[in-house]
Protein backbone atom coordinates (compact mmCIF):
# COMPACT_ATOMS: atom_id res chain seq x y z
CA UNK A 1 0.00 0.00 0.00
CA UNK A 2 1.65 3.24 -1.03
CA UNK A 3 1.05 6.46 0.88
CA UNK A 4 1.40 9.90 -0.29
CA UNK A 5 2.57 12.53 2.45
CA UNK A 6 1.23 15.91 1.45
CA UNK A 7 2.25 19.27 3.09
CA UNK A 8 -1.01 20.42 4.45
CA UNK A 9 0.12 22.84 7.05
CA UNK A 10 -0.13 26.39 7.24
CA UNK A 11 2.45 28.54 7.95
CA UNK A 12 1.88 28.90 11.56
CA UNK A 13 1.21 24.93 11.88
CA UNK A 14 4.58 24.13 10.59
CA UNK A 15 6.28 26.15 12.82
CA UNK A 16 4.31 24.79 15.80
CA UNK A 17 5.37 21.24 14.40
CA UNK A 18 9.48 22.56 14.17
CA UNK A 19 9.48 23.98 17.99
CA UNK A 20 7.95 20.37 18.70
CA UNK A 21 10.73 18.88 17.06
CA UNK A 22 13.54 21.48 18.53
CA UNK A 23 12.54 20.84 22.20
CA UNK A 24 11.03 16.95 21.81
CA UNK A 25 13.84 15.32 23.81
CA UNK A 26 13.15 17.75 26.62
CA UNK A 27 9.55 17.34 26.54
CA UNK A 28 10.15 13.52 26.28
CA UNK A 29 11.53 13.95 29.80
CA UNK A 30 9.27 16.00 31.22
CA UNK A 31 6.75 13.27 30.29
CA UNK A 32 8.47 10.41 31.57
CA UNK A 33 8.71 12.07 34.99
CA UNK A 34 4.89 13.47 34.93
CA UNK A 35 4.29 9.61 34.41
CA UNK A 36 7.20 7.94 37.07
CA UNK A 37 6.73 10.35 39.90
CA UNK A 38 2.75 9.35 39.76
CA UNK A 39 1.22 13.30 38.93
CA UNK A 40 -0.26 11.50 36.04
CA UNK A 41 -1.83 8.57 38.01
CA UNK A 42 -3.14 10.52 40.52
CA UNK A 43 -4.97 12.96 38.34
CA UNK A 44 -6.72 10.18 36.96
CA UNK A 45 -8.01 9.24 40.13
CA UNK A 46 -9.62 13.13 40.67
CA UNK A 47 -11.25 12.61 37.36
CA UNK A 48 -12.93 16.20 35.95
CA UNK A 49 -12.53 17.47 39.99
CA UNK A 50 -8.59 17.83 38.70
CA UNK A 51 -6.22 18.58 41.29
CA UNK A 52 -4.30 22.35 42.11
CA UNK A 53 -0.68 22.87 42.10
CA UNK A 54 -0.55 22.12 45.53
CA UNK A 55 -3.09 18.95 45.96
CA UNK A 56 -0.40 17.54 43.41
CA UNK A 57 2.52 18.46 44.75
CA UNK A 58 1.68 16.80 48.30
CA UNK A 59 0.19 13.93 46.75
CA UNK A 60 4.02 12.75 44.63
CA UNK A 61 6.07 14.77 47.26
CA UNK A 62 7.34 17.12 45.17
CA UNK A 63 8.38 21.01 45.44
CA UNK A 64 5.45 23.31 44.65
CA UNK A 65 8.52 24.47 41.94
CA UNK A 66 8.92 21.01 40.70
CA UNK A 67 5.44 20.30 40.13
CA UNK A 68 4.58 24.22 38.87
CA UNK A 69 7.42 23.17 35.76
CA UNK A 70 6.07 19.77 35.12
CA UNK A 71 2.60 20.52 34.86
CA UNK A 72 3.16 23.65 32.42
CA UNK A 73 5.04 21.19 30.48
CA UNK A 74 1.66 18.87 30.48
CA UNK A 75 0.08 21.66 29.08
CA UNK A 76 2.37 22.10 26.48
CA UNK A 77 2.49 18.77 25.53
CA UNK A 78 -1.43 18.58 25.55
CA UNK A 79 -1.23 15.98 28.22
CA UNK A 80 -3.04 17.90 30.35
CA UNK A 81 -5.77 20.66 30.45
CA UNK A 82 -5.97 23.97 33.22
CA UNK A 83 -9.37 25.20 34.24
CA UNK A 84 -8.91 28.07 37.11
CA UNK A 85 -5.79 26.67 38.85
CA UNK A 86 -7.20 22.57 38.75
CA UNK A 87 -5.32 20.10 36.34
CA UNK A 88 -7.21 17.70 34.07
CA UNK A 89 -5.66 14.45 32.54
CA UNK A 90 -6.29 14.67 28.59
CA UNK A 91 -6.56 11.48 26.50
CA UNK A 92 -2.88 12.00 25.51
CA UNK A 93 -1.95 12.17 29.11
CA UNK A 94 -4.02 8.89 29.73
CA UNK A 95 -1.93 6.72 27.01
CA UNK A 96 1.09 7.76 28.20
CA UNK A 97 -0.25 6.45 31.83
CA UNK A 98 -2.12 3.65 30.54
CA UNK A 99 -1.14 2.51 26.80
CA UNK A 100 0.83 -0.26 26.84
CA UNK A 101 2.23 0.78 23.47
CA UNK A 102 3.52 4.16 24.65
CA UNK A 103 4.84 2.71 28.31
CA UNK A 104 6.96 0.33 26.44
CA UNK A 105 8.16 3.26 24.00
CA UNK A 106 8.53 5.50 26.44
CA UNK A 107 10.85 3.20 28.32
CA UNK A 108 12.96 2.23 25.50
CA UNK A 109 13.51 5.19 24.13
CA UNK A 110 14.67 6.73 28.03
CA UNK A 111 16.96 3.28 28.56
CA UNK A 112 18.23 1.65 25.85
CA UNK A 113 18.34 4.95 23.39
CA UNK A 114 18.42 8.23 24.75
CA UNK A 115 22.20 8.66 25.65
CA UNK A 116 23.08 6.40 22.38
CA UNK A 117 21.08 9.30 20.14
CA UNK A 118 23.63 11.43 21.27
CA UNK A 119 25.87 9.67 18.72
CA UNK A 120 23.36 9.56 15.84
CA UNK A 121 25.49 11.39 13.47
CA UNK A 122 28.44 9.66 13.99
CA UNK A 123 26.93 6.58 13.44
CA UNK A 124 25.20 7.44 10.14
CA UNK A 125 28.72 8.77 9.08
CA UNK A 126 30.76 5.95 10.15
CA UNK A 127 27.62 2.90 9.40
CA UNK A 128 28.32 1.57 12.55
CA UNK A 129 26.31 1.76 16.44
CA UNK A 130 28.23 4.21 17.74
CA UNK A 131 25.95 4.72 20.30
CA UNK A 132 26.41 1.10 21.76
CA UNK A 133 29.30 2.47 23.33
CA UNK A 134 27.04 3.94 26.61
CA UNK A 135 25.61 0.31 27.74
CA UNK A 136 29.04 -1.59 26.38
CA UNK A 137 31.68 -2.42 24.61
CA UNK A 138 30.16 -5.10 21.82
CA UNK A 139 30.17 -4.53 17.90
CA UNK A 140 26.35 -5.16 17.72
CA UNK A 141 23.68 -5.00 20.65
CA UNK A 142 23.15 -8.59 19.84
CA UNK A 143 26.35 -9.75 21.29
CA UNK A 144 25.51 -7.69 24.62
CA UNK A 145 21.77 -8.59 25.19
CA UNK A 146 22.64 -11.35 27.80
CA UNK A 147 25.38 -8.63 29.10
CA UNK A 148 22.69 -5.57 29.41
CA UNK A 149 22.43 -3.73 32.84
CA UNK A 150 18.94 -3.16 34.23
CA UNK A 151 16.67 -1.61 33.43
CA UNK A 152 17.91 -1.26 29.96
CA UNK A 153 17.94 -4.85 29.43
CA UNK A 154 14.24 -5.37 30.35
CA UNK A 155 13.25 -2.52 28.41
CA UNK A 156 15.17 -4.03 25.46
CA UNK A 157 13.22 -7.14 25.26
CA UNK A 158 9.97 -5.10 26.92
CA UNK A 159 9.88 -3.58 23.44
CA UNK A 160 10.81 -6.55 21.14
CA UNK A 161 8.29 -8.96 22.90
CA UNK A 162 5.84 -6.57 22.80
CA UNK A 163 5.96 -5.85 19.02
CA UNK A 164 6.16 -9.93 18.13
CA UNK A 165 4.73 -12.21 21.11
CA UNK A 166 1.15 -11.41 20.28
CA UNK A 167 1.41 -12.16 16.75
CA UNK A 168 2.47 -15.34 17.51
CA UNK A 169 -0.80 -16.86 17.91
CA UNK A 170 -2.45 -15.64 14.77
CA UNK A 171 0.70 -16.30 12.37
CA UNK A 172 1.47 -20.60 13.96
CA UNK A 173 -2.03 -21.37 11.81
CA UNK A 174 -0.47 -20.58 8.53
CA UNK A 175 2.82 -22.02 9.74
CA UNK A 176 1.69 -24.96 10.91
CA UNK A 177 -1.35 -25.53 8.02
CA UNK A 178 1.28 -26.75 5.67
CA UNK A 179 2.17 -29.82 8.25
CA UNK A 180 5.70 -29.17 8.91
CA UNK A 181 7.62 -31.74 11.22
CA UNK A 182 10.44 -29.72 11.85
CA UNK A 183 10.74 -25.60 11.56
CA UNK A 184 13.90 -23.70 12.13
CA UNK A 185 13.65 -20.30 13.95
CA UNK A 186 16.55 -18.46 12.36
CA UNK A 187 17.12 -15.26 15.39
CA UNK A 188 15.06 -17.35 17.94
CA UNK A 189 15.60 -14.61 20.41
CA UNK A 190 14.77 -16.58 23.99
CA UNK A 191 12.66 -18.98 22.58
CA UNK A 192 9.26 -17.66 22.62
CA UNK A 193 8.77 -18.77 19.50
CA UNK A 194 9.65 -22.30 19.24
CA UNK A 195 7.56 -22.54 22.79
CA UNK A 196 4.44 -21.12 21.01
CA UNK A 197 4.91 -24.21 18.42
CA UNK A 198 5.89 -26.86 20.76
CA UNK A 199 2.38 -26.04 23.17
CA UNK A 200 0.56 -25.42 19.63
CA UNK A 201 1.60 -28.72 17.90
CA UNK A 202 2.66 -31.72 19.48
CA UNK A 203 4.63 -33.41 16.63
CA UNK A 204 6.48 -30.29 15.25
CA UNK A 205 10.67 -29.97 16.77
CA UNK A 206 12.36 -26.98 16.11
CA UNK A 207 15.83 -25.81 16.25
CA UNK A 208 16.53 -22.49 17.57
CA UNK A 209 19.80 -20.39 15.54
CA UNK A 210 21.03 -17.46 17.30
CA UNK A 211 24.04 -16.46 18.59
CA UNK A 212 25.40 -18.25 22.15
CA UNK A 213 24.64 -15.97 24.37
CA UNK A 214 20.94 -15.50 23.43
CA UNK A 215 21.01 -19.27 22.75
CA UNK A 216 21.55 -19.98 26.57
CA UNK A 217 19.09 -17.87 27.79
CA UNK A 218 16.55 -19.35 25.13
CA UNK A 219 17.82 -23.08 26.15
CA UNK A 220 17.02 -21.91 30.40
CA UNK A 221 13.19 -21.05 29.32
CA UNK A 222 12.30 -23.91 26.96
CA UNK A 223 13.62 -26.49 29.61
CA UNK A 224 10.93 -24.28 31.82
CA UNK A 225 8.30 -25.12 29.60
CA UNK A 226 9.45 -28.44 29.40
CA UNK A 227 10.16 -29.13 25.57
CA UNK A 228 13.81 -29.34 26.32
CA UNK A 229 13.49 -32.64 24.66
CA UNK A 230 11.90 -31.08 20.87
CA UNK A 231 13.75 -28.31 20.96
CA UNK A 232 17.42 -28.10 18.95
CA UNK A 233 19.91 -25.38 19.38
CA UNK A 234 22.44 -24.36 16.63
CA UNK A 235 24.73 -21.71 17.36
CA UNK A 236 25.91 -19.03 14.50
CA UNK A 237 26.56 -15.49 14.06
CA UNK A 238 24.91 -14.88 10.71
CA UNK A 239 27.01 -12.05 9.72
CA UNK A 240 29.30 -14.51 9.45
CA UNK A 241 29.06 -15.23 5.89
CA UNK A 242 30.42 -18.75 6.26
CA UNK A 243 27.92 -19.55 8.73
CA UNK A 244 25.80 -22.33 7.38
CA UNK A 245 21.75 -23.14 8.09
CA UNK A 246 20.99 -26.52 9.61
CA UNK A 247 19.44 -28.82 6.78
CA UNK A 248 16.54 -30.75 7.41
CA UNK A 249 13.27 -28.54 8.14
CA UNK A 250 10.27 -28.12 6.35
CA UNK A 251 9.39 -24.64 7.01
CA UNK A 252 12.00 -21.52 7.78
CA UNK A 253 10.92 -19.04 10.41
CA UNK A 254 12.19 -15.28 10.42
CA UNK A 255 10.92 -12.82 12.81
CA UNK A 256 11.68 -8.92 12.71
CA UNK A 257 15.07 -10.95 12.01
CA UNK A 258 16.06 -9.94 8.79
CA UNK A 259 15.59 -5.94 10.07
CA UNK A 260 18.54 -6.44 12.06
CA UNK A 261 20.95 -6.80 8.80
CA UNK A 262 22.01 -4.54 5.95
CA UNK A 263 19.85 -5.01 2.54
CA UNK A 264 23.67 -6.87 1.51
CA UNK A 265 23.74 -8.84 4.70
CA UNK A 266 19.68 -9.77 4.21
CA UNK A 267 20.03 -11.51 0.48
CA UNK A 268 23.09 -13.39 1.86
CA UNK A 269 20.68 -14.82 4.69
CA UNK A 270 17.97 -15.22 2.66
CA UNK A 271 20.23 -16.81 -0.07
CA UNK A 272 22.13 -19.35 2.66
CA UNK A 273 18.23 -20.30 3.93
CA UNK A 274 17.21 -20.51 0.18
CA UNK A 275 20.36 -23.01 -0.19
CA UNK A 276 18.88 -25.67 2.53
CA UNK A 277 14.85 -25.61 1.31
CA UNK A 278 13.79 -28.42 -0.47
CA UNK A 279 10.73 -27.74 -3.05
CA UNK A 280 8.52 -28.32 0.08
CA UNK A 281 10.15 -26.18 2.50
CA UNK A 282 8.85 -22.85 2.45
CA UNK A 283 10.10 -20.17 4.25
CA UNK A 284 8.04 -17.64 6.42
CA UNK A 285 9.42 -13.99 6.79
CA UNK A 286 7.10 -11.94 9.83
CA UNK A 287 8.03 -7.93 9.81
CA UNK A 288 6.53 -4.85 10.05
CA UNK A 289 6.72 -2.52 7.19
CA UNK A 290 6.41 1.02 7.29
CA UNK A 291 4.35 1.35 4.13
CA UNK A 292 2.30 -1.24 5.39
CA UNK A 293 1.00 0.38 8.93
CA UNK A 294 -3.12 1.01 9.05
CA UNK A 295 -2.42 3.69 11.82
CA UNK A 296 0.04 6.75 11.65
CA UNK A 297 0.75 5.85 15.43
CA UNK A 298 1.92 2.33 14.22
CA UNK A 299 3.91 3.60 10.89
CA UNK A 300 5.28 6.54 13.15
CA UNK A 301 6.62 4.16 15.83
CA UNK A 302 7.84 1.55 13.17
CA UNK A 303 10.18 4.58 11.33
CA UNK A 304 11.11 5.64 14.44
CA UNK A 305 12.90 2.16 15.38
CA UNK A 306 15.06 2.51 12.35
CA UNK A 307 16.73 5.70 14.16
CA UNK A 308 17.77 2.88 17.14
CA UNK A 309 19.12 0.47 14.52
CA UNK A 310 21.47 3.14 13.49
CA UNK A 311 22.86 4.31 16.73
CA UNK A 312 22.36 1.56 18.87
CA UNK A 313 21.90 -2.14 17.26
CA UNK A 314 24.28 -2.38 14.51
CA UNK A 315 24.67 0.65 12.27
CA UNK A 316 23.49 -0.77 9.41
CA UNK A 317 20.36 -2.15 9.13
CA UNK A 318 16.56 -0.26 9.50
CA UNK A 319 12.35 -1.20 9.22
CA UNK A 320 12.08 -1.89 5.27
CA UNK A 321 9.34 -1.04 2.96
CA UNK A 322 7.73 -4.05 1.30
CA UNK A 323 9.43 -2.85 -2.01
CA UNK A 324 12.63 -3.34 -0.43
CA UNK A 325 12.10 -6.87 0.93
CA UNK A 326 10.99 -7.84 -2.10
CA UNK A 327 13.92 -6.93 -3.75
CA UNK A 328 16.26 -8.84 -1.56
CA UNK A 329 13.82 -11.73 -1.86
CA UNK A 330 14.74 -11.63 -6.04
CA UNK A 331 18.33 -11.36 -5.29
CA UNK A 332 18.66 -13.94 -3.20
CA UNK A 333 16.71 -16.40 -5.55
CA UNK A 334 13.01 -16.69 -3.71
CA UNK A 335 9.62 -15.48 -4.41
CA UNK A 336 6.70 -14.78 -2.20
CA UNK A 337 4.25 -18.35 -2.85
CA UNK A 338 1.40 -16.07 -0.25
CA UNK A 339 1.41 -12.55 0.71
CA UNK A 340 -1.09 -13.91 3.83
CA UNK A 341 -1.49 -10.23 4.63
CA UNK A 342 -1.39 -8.07 8.07
CA UNK A 343 -1.65 -9.36 11.19
CA UNK A 344 -1.78 -6.14 13.61
CA UNK A 345 1.63 -4.50 13.03
CA UNK A 346 2.93 -7.26 10.62
CA UNK A 347 2.75 -8.37 7.44
CA UNK A 348 3.35 -12.79 7.14
CA UNK A 349 4.54 -14.04 3.84
CA UNK A 350 5.22 -17.21 2.49
CA UNK A 351 8.26 -17.64 0.46
CA UNK A 352 9.60 -20.82 -1.42
CA UNK A 353 12.79 -20.93 -4.09
CA UNK A 354 12.18 -19.05 -7.10
CA UNK A 355 13.73 -22.40 -9.34
CA UNK A 356 11.22 -24.64 -7.56
CA UNK A 357 8.39 -26.05 -9.28
CA UNK A 358 4.47 -25.46 -8.14
Avoid at 44 to 63: F, H
Avoid at 301 to 308: A, F, G, K, M
Wanted: proline fraction near 4%; glycine fraction near 6%.
Amino acid sequence: MRRRFPDTLSPLEARYAAQKLAFGPMMFQAARVLRSCGALEHLRTCGQTGASVEELAEAVGLTLYAVRTLTEAGLAAEMLLEDSGRFQLTRVGYLVLRDPMTGVNIDFVHDVCYRPMFHFEQALREARPAGLQEHGDWNTVYEGLSELPEPIRESWFAFDHFYSDGVFERALPHVLAQTPARILDVGGNTGKFAIAVCRAACHVNVTIVDLPGQLAVAAERVASAGFADRVERHAADMLDLRAELPTGHDAIWMSQFLDCFSEPEIVSILARAAAVMTPAARLYILETYWDRQVHDAARFSVINTSLYFTAVANGNSKMLSADRMRACLDAAGLEIECDIGELGYHTLWRCRRADHPV
